[in-house]
């Protein structure tokens, strides 16, 4: 029986036309050593991805935390401020780098579901006394993960942003998944990023690339993200390889998102009708969490219970499961989950 893996859709395999991609790129001569700008695939990925980005400029990383590193470190100084939301990636997940690596110290708030909201930034800006270390960035993460794929508004970001900037500071995105978003809404990817300084995005997640995110901004910061990704040992060679999937992700995968979403609201719909599972907000993209506050079992044992019964989650989020849905999972699968859910909340 096939197992249904829905830890993240960083599974999700690249398609038969990205393999064919990288074959064609290759027959044609097309890649060269990119730390010298040579290769062409790649040049036509960071063109493309700054023209839909609504940007100067874009670079290609090798992977979303080299690539929030990269737009941090480009326009902050060691031991600035960098305020972040409580539950964001780049606090959470990334290994305290922006502090090991860079000499950022995050001040974590808690936002709205995610949101750091004009109000809670204004707050936690420091003011410029030297007993202080100076506040320089605000960081939106969209959509936001561990909220459950909420998606931050174009009216929030530039409400975000407009504060950020009247004190000086500047505005990266974490848009990892900044084209569920888009799709979410209907709307241009380009108008969720327009008032932020930095976008990162993942071609590597419900995108189906093998790997690769992209930095965008203006010239002058993605000349100065080119170094620091250099320094930080991202100089890559014929990174067409990685460019040429990267492009069919952009060019073919986007719109293909409203079935992870509208599979991710089946598995909703199915998952509120047992009684003793807690299911968090209704799903707005690919994201979904459960809690487990009801039963007398923790997730890491919930999810090894859901392994004997071929269904995969992250179970390290204490009583919260999250269930995220991707090209290699159907509709057929969400009943599947579910039942497997069922079956193992009525077994504790
Ligand atoms: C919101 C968010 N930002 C950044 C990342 C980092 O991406 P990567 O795993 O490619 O480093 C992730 C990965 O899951 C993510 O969910």
């Known amino acids: ?3 249904i893996d829905l830890r993240s859709d960083t599974v999700t395999l690249p398609t038969d036309e990205m393999i064919d991609a990288i074959v064609a790129a290759h027959k044609a001569g097309r890649f060269g050593d990119d730390v010298s700008g040579e290769d062409e695939v790649v040049n036509e990925l960071q063109e493309k991805a700054a023209r839909i980005l609504g940007k100067e400029a874009a670079l290609l990383v090798t992977s979303g935390t080299q690539g929030n590193l990269t737009s941090l470190f480009a326009q902050t100084t060691r031991g600035d401020e960098i305020v972040v939301d409580e539950q964001s990636h780049c606090y959470v997940f990334e290994g305290g780098a922006m502090a090991s690596f860079g000499g950022l110290y995050p001040r974590p708030v808690r936002g709205v579901r995610g949101y750091i909201t004009p109000e809670i930034l204004r707050n936690s800006i420091n003011s410029d006394d ?3 270390a100076r506040t320089s960035m605000v960081v939106v993460e969209n959509t936001h993960n561990y909220a459950g794929g909420i998606v931050v508004r174009p009216e929030q970001v530039s409400a975000l942003a407009e504060a950020a900037h009247e004190k000086g500071l500047k505005v990266h995105c974490d848009g990892a998944r900044l084209f569920n978003a888009a799709v979410a809404l209907g709307i241009p990817a380009r108008n969720l990023v327009q008032d932020v300084d930095s976008v990162m995005v993942c071609l590597s997640k419900g995108l189906s690339a093998p790997v690769g995110s992209i930095v965008a901004g203006t010239k002058e910061f993605i000349h100065e993200a080119h ?3 250099k320094r930080m040992g991202g100089g890559m060679r014929q990174a067409g390889i990685i460019a040429a999937p990267g492009i ?3 060019e073919k995968m986007v719109t293909r998102l409203k079935e992870d979403h509208s599979n991710a609201r089946l598995l909703y719909d199915r998952l509120s009708k047992i009684p003793s599972v807690v299911v968090e907000e209704p799903p707005e993209t690919n994201i979904l969490f459960i ?7 923790d997730a890491m044992k919930f999810s090894e219970e859901l392994k ?3 269904v995969l989650v992250y179970g390290e989020y204490g009583t919260r499961i999250r269930f995220v849905t991707h ?3 159907n509709r057929e699968d969400m009943f599947r989950a579910a039942q497997a859910v069922e079956d193992v909340a009525k077994s504790v």
């Open 1 to 3: 029986m096939k197992t």
């Open 130 to 132: 030297p007993h202080y």
């Open 227 to 229: 170094r620091i990704r």
């Open 248 to 250: 069919i992700a952009l």
């Open 291 to 297: 809690r487990l506050d009801k039963m007398n079992i």
């Open 308 to 310: 004997k019964r071929g």
């Open 327 to 329: 090209r290699m999972v």
